[in-house]
Each structure stands twice: as structure tokens, then as C-alpha cells.
């Protein structure tokens, strides 16, 4: 874990919802894979950071996904090329690819995405097979920059792909699931692969394993941190019904 | 720099007049512990004699300049907490201090008993100002007798230094502080959060699980200063001011206003080096002003 | 907007949930009246039997998302009330409060009397909570017994409503409610300034020069939600939330939290529009959720 | 009294220490008299507006002079032409201009200097005589604008014109004494000239007339509001003993 200041290295808007922030980081780039996450810290503004999963890391560069949904996210998309902040990471529990598979299925819906490029990336690095399944609520929201891989696009409205949601749209006989998306994707997903990853979302305070305001509610009992133990968890693992699902800024995904 | 930061809270000599605040940093084995030199102690993450899950998310909020937390004094008791952290505090070169909860005066004298003698616990804080849990916590802190009876139980199972905690949620906090000092404790951590809730204008319920909260953060600070000052004012054991330091300006107000030593929460949440920008801004501070140590440093602080 | 914002506190009739805090807003008549049509009703700043000058300066600080105020209730007194604002208040097609302050109960009482029946007074506010003044103020707010007292006093000189104004500087403010219902009251504004201090750096003194003052602004939002929550549950007579309000989303925490109504303050210093800004949020939110009528807001109010 | 969203028009840099940014907002342009103020709101910032004496108001621009030495400060330095932000204003009592003067000294202590341009133009208008006379702590400070007009300066350190203080380096003879700068300037003014108008500053909370946070003690006893019976002030009627001084962004002026 590291603590910096990066510099705005560019700013895209991919589609007319979602933008992309990208930071000079090289310590950050070089080492972060695919579930992780950089606690950003905006001043003048807020009192806490704001985690997001690391989108893209090429040439020393830390690229971020997000929608100005917030005070944060307004702040971050005032950003401009040059500007400085202060990231902390990579922080949390990556994605964990079991050698035994032959495949992945990448299973994102809405802002979910944001991890899967990285986890496609990590996942050819490891020789694997890699289907994306996004689900979207209509069509003009992000299609992944899937690259050549198989691509399965499901959409509430049908508008474009498959009918109804991600989880359905999954293909059979794919080797390891990674998912990330709203919580109910998640608990469906946790229904159908009990071993499949995914990478959830919770309030935070710090990112670093201090607070515990990150609870994560297991079926075990307990709580773990999305922070530390986190965000990446066996699907099977999470108390998905403990889990608060109301996140507000993640229901138009 | 050339200025002497030391201090002695009581019988603890510390290097430096800023401490991590219990709860905030875990139990300072979590990150990296970078620059402490500047650590003047750290107070770790409020325990109990048995292993707690805590309470259910969400338990944070943020607020303007605050947040709320109703972590519910998630801890995996004192035995977890000897194995696994002791001996790692053993070998720094500054005070650990145990943050230590109860549901009895009974507990929190069995707490201090278990722990005293074990290598690497420098001292107790008491914690009779938890908002965060059913049984217990502020409930002792609200009221100066129960308060008394805790410090006294931990008094007579150790000879270790005992901060006790104090709680905002009082009309008089010098009446608590007094009753403090009487029953033998050497300093007064002042304060722990005050109560708050949010609601959630989907649900039409509170956000936090827990439905209530405290809240700390710069948002806390005036009053926090001003509770630190009337405790300050009413005892002649140190007073540790808490509450929404970010700056050495900050920790300056409170150590002005009769404190002798200061604790940095939710600030190390967004600067995980708040503590050593805390410790060098004062240093640079008495620096700027001539002066060559911290005790120097004036004080405000007439006296009951 | 087609949504039915009226509301009924106790007696009086309002056109909106939406209410100028006294203090807040002078005496209505210093800054022209924009968008009468919002205000719910006005309290006037807090007035004694006798022409009072207040405290010297520095009278204010800003902390952060909060200030504090020393002001020390300067007024005209109550005579000079009647002479040059109530004829105002007269004329106006919305109640105005006159928030009323003494050193005992006796005064308190006198206050009401002379104030009954004068035209353009709607209805008082007492205030038992105010932190600036060496004597009365929050000392009556305190203690159950002497607000209880207070309000009988008031009670006992008038028939137009009274809403009591707590304090926060209490551990339970359930009791105190209860107290001043049982007493009277027909309704509670919760809650008044927290007591807070500030250090000047260069003086090494109290910034104020009173020394303390009384803190407002969303800083202390979260924690005036609490306890106007742990008042509506504590009593049947409307309470009216009070701290922080800036937006309609704040004010709409306060009235799922069980509040009939709501004072803008501090927010006011800043945007003069505020209380026609909040009155058209709430009119908004009730709209998108599909409600006809300020009384469908769901309520989160659980009785103890 | 108004308040009105104004755009901001331009920023100028007249010395290293002090800037200037003008607002497009001829509501207020148009009748602000010297000694006036407007309350700027700087959002994201600090609650509570900040108070600026108006310093010119040519073309419908409203001007305001000031130094960054804090938090709002700070955000006005950040403005960029086009920005926008909410103004109330004007506020206050204005200089008033004897009809039996002949003449008007204006005598001004570092950033005291803002309300003089309006009052050199009103002064004007009336027909008076002007004699600027403004004290710095060096020549380095700002020297005013003062058009053909008769004009001293003062410094501290002795390092242009007089050495000393900007009161005593008025010549004698003035009529009328307009005086702006920290209070233990005003003070003097008060005991060489006790009919001399003075603008004072203190904090504010409103800047309306509602808070009375802004307490001006008065030799008669008593407070007035500096926001609305000042903050223009007979020298005389001013308790300077009980007016706080240690206004510290002031202390360099
Ligand atoms: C591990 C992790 C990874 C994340 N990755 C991304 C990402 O890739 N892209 C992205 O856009 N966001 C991501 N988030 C969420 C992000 O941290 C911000 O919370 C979110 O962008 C809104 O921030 P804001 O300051 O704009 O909104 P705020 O002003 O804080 O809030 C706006 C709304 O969102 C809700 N909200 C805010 N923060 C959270 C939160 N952490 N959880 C739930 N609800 C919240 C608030 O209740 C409010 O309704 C991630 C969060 C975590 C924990
Ligand atoms: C009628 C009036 C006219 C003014 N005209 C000007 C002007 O023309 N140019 C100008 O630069 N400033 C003027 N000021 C002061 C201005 O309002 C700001 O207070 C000042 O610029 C500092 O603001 P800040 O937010 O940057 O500083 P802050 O962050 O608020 O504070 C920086 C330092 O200044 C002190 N300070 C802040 N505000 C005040 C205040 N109102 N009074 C005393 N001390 C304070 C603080 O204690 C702190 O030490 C005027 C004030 C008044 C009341
Ligand atoms: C997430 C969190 C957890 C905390 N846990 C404890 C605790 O276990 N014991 C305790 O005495 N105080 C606890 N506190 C209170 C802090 O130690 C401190 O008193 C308070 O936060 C005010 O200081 P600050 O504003 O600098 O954070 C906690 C605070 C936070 C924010
Ligand atoms: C400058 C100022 C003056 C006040 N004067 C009074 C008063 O005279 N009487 C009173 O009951 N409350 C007074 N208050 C308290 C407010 O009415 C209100 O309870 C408090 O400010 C919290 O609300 P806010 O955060 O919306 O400002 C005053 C507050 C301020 C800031
Ligand atoms: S966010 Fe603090 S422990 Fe996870
Ligand atoms: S600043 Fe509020 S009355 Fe003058």
C-alpha cells in the first residue's frame, strides 16, 4: 500500500454516462491486478476518500471508471489533465485465477465493469479463455472494451443482446466466474456459482484495514473487511441477505 | 528541528504530544508504520474480555466535515489481542495503550487484570464512552458515580497508567472528570464521539444499521475543544483533547486550552501521515514563535 | 407545484413545514421579504423584559461547516418590540414567534404577559437553551424542573402557542421534553447551538470574546437529527427540527425523523433564499415519490 | 440589497500581493456608493460569505481588491474569468460628502485602500479636492490610483515618502477625512480628526443585518451592526478600545 500524489494524466467520457480519469502512478500500475482498488482523496472536498477499482494500468497509468453521481465523483470529473491528487493503494484482495480452469467468464453489470479489464488482462497473462457477459439496463451504456474475446451483452429492456439480466446470459460451461455489479447480480451469481468470485461494495472509512466501517457480513458469521479481506470474495462466502443492497448511486447500473 | 516535543502525560514520557486515537488505527499493525518518529503513543482499537462481531453495515456515514460510526467494538477479545498484537508492540519504541470495554465494572477490572504485566501494553485507556453498543459504553460515562466505580475496578488490578475516555453526552463534564481523578485515574482522553443519526431519503430509515452513530471529524472540533478545556479546568491529572484534529493548528487549539497531549482520529482515514504533519506543524509552530520546547508553549487555562 | 405543504403545529396553522430560526432572521423586517409565499412562519430573535446590549466583540467564528456565535442576545426589550415590530408582524399573512428569554421563571412569565394579546404576536418560543448569557438561558434548559417551571409560568400568562426551544447539552433530552409537555408546551423546537470554543493562535486566547458560543451549521446536523428524533418520540406535541438545515434533502431528515416542521438558521447568512429553496425541495421530493400532501411523507418514528 | 449571480468578468494581478477580480453586475455597479461592500459566496467553500469592499465599478463591473491569506481568499484567487458566483450587495452605509468641504483626504493603511477609488470618484462628482494619502509597510505595497490627484505615501520602513505613519504624513488643511485601513490607524484618525468617517471591518455572519455578528462598540455605549449602521463610522463614535484589533490577514496591510 501506498500513499502519493498522482497527476491527471487524461480524461475520456466513453460513453455520455460514465468517464474515465486516468493518474500518472507507475508504483501503483505496475504492481495492481484485477479486484483491486485506489482510494482517492479530493481537496478542497469531502472528508473521506472515494475507493474505485482500478480500470486500466498501461504505461504507468491508473485509470479509473465512474459516473458523477456524488460530491466526490462532481469533484473528480471537474479534474483536468495536470491536476494532482492524492491516491492510496493498490488496496483489497485481487481476483484469484485457479489453474485448473481453461476459461473465465467475466460477469459485470452497470459500473461493475470497472474491474474487468484488468481481470481479462490477468486472465490472458494466465492462458485462459475469456467470455464477457455485461449487463446494461438499455443499450447506450458501456459495451466493455472486450478486445476479441467472446462478448455476451444483456440488457433489462432487450434493447440490445439478451433479454433480462447478465446472470442468465452466462453461456454454460465456462471454467472460473468473476463478477461484479449491484449486490443483487452478485447474490444471483452466488446462486448459481457458489465458487464464483466477486467483488463487492461497501461504505469506507479509511481502505486500509483501520476502521472496520467496511463490514462485509459472511455466512459464517462475522464480518470481514471489503477493504483488507475484500472486495473479492468467494460468492458463497457473503451473507448476501446482511448485505445492505441500497447503494444508491450503483441501482442505475 | 531543535525544539523539545517531549511530554509526560502522567507517569507516560512521550516523544511527542500527538497520539493515534483508539479506533482509528487499528492496532497499529494494519499499515505500514511509516514516520514514527512522530508517534507519540497509539491507543488501540477498543476491546473486550470475549471475541464481538460488531454491529451490521452500513456503520459509516459521512456528514458535512464529519462522519458517523456505529462500528460496534468489533474486536477479537483479549486473548486474540495478547497472541496476536502484544508481541509485535513489545518491540516499539513508543507506548501502546489498550483501549478497554465492559458491560461491569467487574469486566473492565478483569480486562486490566489479564493485560497488566503483558509485554508491549504500556497502559489503559477506559472506554465509558462507546455510543455504539447496547451494553455498557457511554452508559458509564454519563453518569460521574458508574464512572468512578470502572476507573477504581481497573485502579486496583494494575499500576499501569489509566487514561478514562470521557463521553460529550453530559450537561457538566467536569463533574465526570472530578469523579475520574478521585477514583485514581492519571489522564483524561476528552472526548469520544457525540451521538448523531442520518436517514436514508430512499428507505425512510436511518442509514446505519444501528440507526444511531458518532460523530467525529473537524465538524466535532469547537466543542471538543471546549470540553477538553472544561475537563483541563477542573483537574490537575493531564487531559489527552480528542475530537476532530486535522492540522497543528488544531491540535494546537486544544493543547493551548490545557491539554497536554492530543489524539488524531478520522484524520489518518484521508492522511494516513496526518500524525507526523500534526507532530511537525506544532514543532514548526514553536518554532516560528522562539520557543524551544512544547512546555513552553502559553497556556490558557484559569482555573475553577 | 400541486402538493398540499400545510401543516398544523398544535394550533397554529402554517402554509409550509419550513420556519426562519430566531436569530436567524432579525425581526424579519431587515432584509425584504423575497417569496413570502415559503415562509411557514418567522421566530424572532430572542427578546428580554429590558433593552439588553449583548456581548463585545468578536462575536462569531466560522468552524468548519459551522460557526459559532456569541451574540449574546442584544435586543431592544419588549417594549420597543411592541412599538416598532409588531405592527409589522400584524400585517403580515404568516405568524411570527417571539422567542422569549428571562433570568426566572417570573420574567419569563411577564414577558408572555405583556406580549398576549398585542397584535402581530402569534406565539412564543422560550428559550431555555441559549449559551451566551451568564444568566437564565441554558440553565432552565438543563434541568427538567426549572424548563418544566418555566413553561408553567409562561403557560399560565397566555393562550397563544408555545413551543420550547431544548438545549443539546443534555444526556437524555427525552426527559426534558417530557417535562415541558407535562408543563404546557405546544410543541418543541430542538434544538438550540451546542456549546463550543476556538483558539486564536496568535492571541493564545478564546477567539470570542465571550469565550464560548454556541455552535450551528450542517456540523451539527447529524446530532440535532438525534435528538429531535429522541424528542418526537418522547412526546405527542409537534416538534420542530432545527440544526443544519440546508437543503430540502436535510430538512426532509428531520421531518422523517418525526419532526412537523422544520427552522431554517445559519443556512440563511449564506442564501438569503434558503428557506424558499428548502420549502420548494421538499414540495419536489414529495412529488417524485408520487405524494399529494406533506402529512403522505413516510416516518420513521419508532415510540419508546 | 441584492442577490444577483454574477460572471465573472476579469482578475488582474496591480502588485505581487494583491489581486483584483471584477464581476459582471451592473445592479450593483449602478448604485454602489464609496464605503459600500458586497458579501461574496464561494461554493465549494466555507459557510459563511466574505465581505469586500467595493473597489471600482466602471461598465457595469463590480471590482474588489484583496490579498489570499485564507480559505476564501484562496477559492477567489482560483476564479477564472467566466466563472460564476452569487453576490449581495451593496451593503452598508456609504461615505457621505459634507456639502460645505472644499477638499477630502483619503487616508488609507495597506488593503484599506479598496474603498478610496469610489471614494476619489464620488469625491470628484461633488467637486472636492482630493489628497490620497496611503501608508504601506514598503514601497513594494500597492500605491493607489490616483488619476492627477495630490498624493502622499507613507511607509513604515522609510523606503518611499514619508517615514511613519499614513496619519501623520496628511498634510494640514484637509476638509474632510475619508479613512480606511487596520484599526490602530483608525484610532489615530479618530484622535487627530474626530468628524473623520471611517470604513472598519469585523467579522460578519450576514452581512444583512440579522445575526448581529458584527458588533461595532460605540463611545456611547452600546453596539451597531458594521453591515448596516457602518461600515462607515464617525472616528469619534467608535469605542476603539473594546474594537477587536487583531485582525490578523490585516496585520501586513
Ligand atoms: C471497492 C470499491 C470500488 C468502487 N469502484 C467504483 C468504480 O469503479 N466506479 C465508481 O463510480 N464507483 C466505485 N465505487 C463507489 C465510489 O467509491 C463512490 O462511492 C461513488 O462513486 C459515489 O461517490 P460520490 O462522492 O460521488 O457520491 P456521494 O456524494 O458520496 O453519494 C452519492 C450517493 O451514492 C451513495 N454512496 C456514496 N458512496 C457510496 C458507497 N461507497 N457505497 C454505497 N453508496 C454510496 C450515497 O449514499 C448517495 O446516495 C467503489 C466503491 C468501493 C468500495
Ligand atoms: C466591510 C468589510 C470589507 C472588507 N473588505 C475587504 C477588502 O476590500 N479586501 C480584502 O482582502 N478583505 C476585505 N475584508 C475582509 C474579507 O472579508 C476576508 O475576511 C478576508 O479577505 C480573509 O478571508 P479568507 O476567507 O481568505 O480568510 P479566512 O480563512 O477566513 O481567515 C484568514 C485569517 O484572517 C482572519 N479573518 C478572516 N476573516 C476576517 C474578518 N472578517 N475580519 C477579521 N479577520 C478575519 C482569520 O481569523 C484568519 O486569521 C473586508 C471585511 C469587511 C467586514
Ligand atoms: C471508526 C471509528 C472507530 C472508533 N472506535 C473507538 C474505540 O474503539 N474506542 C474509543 O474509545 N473510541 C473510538 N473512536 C473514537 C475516536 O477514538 C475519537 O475519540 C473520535 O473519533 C474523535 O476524534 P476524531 O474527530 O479525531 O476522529 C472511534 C472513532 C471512529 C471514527
Ligand atoms: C447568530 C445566531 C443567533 C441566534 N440567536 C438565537 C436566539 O436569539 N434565540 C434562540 O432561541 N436561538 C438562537 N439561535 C439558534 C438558532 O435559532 C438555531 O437553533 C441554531 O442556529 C441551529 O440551527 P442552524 O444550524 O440552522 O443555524 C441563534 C443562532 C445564530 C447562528
Ligand atoms: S474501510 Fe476502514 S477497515 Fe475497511
Ligand atoms: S453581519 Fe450579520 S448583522 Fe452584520
Known amino acids: 500500500m501506498l500513499e502519493l500524489t498522482a497527476i491527471v494524466a487524461e480524461v475520456r467520457h466513453p460513453t455520455a454516462h460514465y468517464r474515465v480519469i486516468g493518474f500518472h502512478a507507475p508504483a501503483i500500475a505496475e504492481p495492481v491486478r484485477a479486484g483491486q482498488f485506489v482510494n482517492v482523496l479530493l481537496r478542497p472536498g469531502p472528508l473521506l476518500r472515494r475507493p474505485f477499482s482500478v480500470y486500466s494500468a498501461v504505461g504507468g497509468v491508473v485509470e479509473i471508471i465512474y459516473r458523477p453521481v456524488g460530491e466526490g465523483t462532481a469533484l473528480l470529473a471537474d479534474l483536468k489533465e495536470g491536476d494532482r491528487v492524492s491516491l492510496l493503494g493498490p488496496l483489497g484482495r485481487p481476483f484469484e485465477f485457479d489453474p485448473d480452469w481453461d476459461s473465465v467468464a467475466l460477469v459485470s453489470g452497470g459500473l461493475g465493469v470497472a474491474p474487468m479489464l484488468l481481470a481479462a488482462r490477468d486472465a490472458r497473462d494466465a492462458g485462459l479463455r ?15 472494451e472486450s478486445a476479441g474475446d467472446r462478448s455476451v451483452i444483456a440488457t433489462d429492456d432487450g434493447s440490445a443482446g439478451h433479454h433480462g439480466s447478465a446472470v442468465a446470459a452466462v453461456p454454460d460451461g465456462v471454467g472460473g466466474v468473476l463478477a461484479c455489479g449491484p449486490n443483487r447480480m452478485l447474490a444471483a451469481v452466488a446462486a448459481r456459482w457458489p465458487d464464483a468470485q ?9 481502505g486500509t484495514g483501520v476502521c472496520l466501517g467496511c463490514a462485509v457480513p459472511l455466512r459464517a458469521g462475522g464480518y470481514d473487511r471489503a477493504c ?3 472486495p473479492v470474495y468467494r460468492a458463497a462466502d457473503v451473507d448476501w441477505e446482511a448485505l445492505p443492497s441500497h447503494l444508491h448511486y450503483a441501482a442505475g447500473a | 528541528m531543535s525544539v523539545d516535543m517531549a511530554v509526560d502525560v502522567g507517569e507516560l514520557n512521550l516523544r511527542g504530544p500527538v497520539v493515534a486515537a483508539s479506533g482509528t488505527f487499528g492496532y497499529g499493525t494494519e499499515v505500514p508504520l511509516l514516520e514514527r518518529r512522530a508517534l507519540g503513543a497509539i491507543v488501540s482499537k477498543g476491546i473486550f474480555l470475549r471475541p464481538r462481531i460488531g454491529n451490521p453495515p ?38 501502546v495503550l489498550v483501549n478497554i470495554n465492559g458491560e461491569s465494572a467487574v469486566e473492565y477490572g478483569e480486562l486490566a487484570a489479564r493485560l497488566d504485566g503483558v509485554p ?21 460515562g454519563n453518569d460521574p458515580r458508574a464512572a468512578a466505580e470502572v476507573t477504581a475496578a481497573v485502579r486496583r488490578r494494575t499500576r499501569l497508567p489509566i487514561w478514562v475516555k470521557l463521553t460529550p453526552m453530559v450537561s457538566d ?32 430509515r436511518p442509514r446505519l444499521a444501528f440507526r444511531t452513530g458518532g460523530l467525529s471529524g473537524p465538524a466535532i472540533r469547537p466543542m471538543a475543544v471546549h470540553l477538553a478545556h472544561q475537563a483541563a479546568r477542573a483537574v490537575r491529572i493531564p487531559v489527552i483533547g480528542v475530537g476532530g484534529i486535522v492540522s497543528a493548528d488544531d491540535a494546537l487549539e486544544f493543547l493551548v ?29 514553536l518554532e516560528a514563535r ?8 502559553p497556556r490558557y487555562l484559569p482555573r475553577d
Request: charge should be negative; charged fraction near 15%; hydrophobic fraction near 45%.
Open chain 1, 130 to 144: 475469456v467470455t464477457w457477459v455485461h449487463g446494461a439496463r438499455t443499450v447506450t451504456e458501456l459495451s466493455p
Open chain 1, 198 to 206: 466477486v467483488a463487492v461494495e461497501t461504505y469506507m472509512g479509511c
Open chain 1, 228 to 230: 483488507k479481506e475484500g
Open chain 2, 58 to 95: 452500513p456503520r459509516i456515514v459521512e456528514t458535512p466535515s464529519g462522519m458517523l460510526n456505529a462500528i460496534g467494538l468489533q474486536g477479537p477479545g483479549v486473548e486474540a489481542l495478547i497472541r496476536d498484537y502484544c508481541p509485535q508492540w513489545a518491540a516499539w519504541d513508543f507506548p
Open chain 2, 120 to 140: 508491549g501494553v504500556a497502559g489503559f485507556e477506559i472506554n465509558v464512552s462507546c455510543p455504539n453498543v447496547e451494553q455498557g459504553g457511554m452508559y458509564f
Open chain 2, 173 to 204: 463534564i467536569a463533574v465526570i472528570a472530578r469523579a475520574c481523578e478521585s477514583a485514581g485515574a492519571d489522564g483524561l482522553s476528552a472526548v469520544n464521539t457525540f451521538v448523531g443519526m442520518s436517514i436514508d431519503l430512499h428507505t425512510y
Open chain 2, 257 to 285: 486550552a490545557g491539554c497536554s497531549a492530543v489524539q488524531v482520529g478520522t484524520a489518518t482515514f484521508a492522511d494516513p501521515r496526518a500524525i507526523a504533519r500534526v507532530h511537525d506543524g506544532i514543532a514548526a509552530h
Open chain 2, 290 to 297: 522562539g520557543l524551544s520546547s512544547l512546555a513552553e508553549l
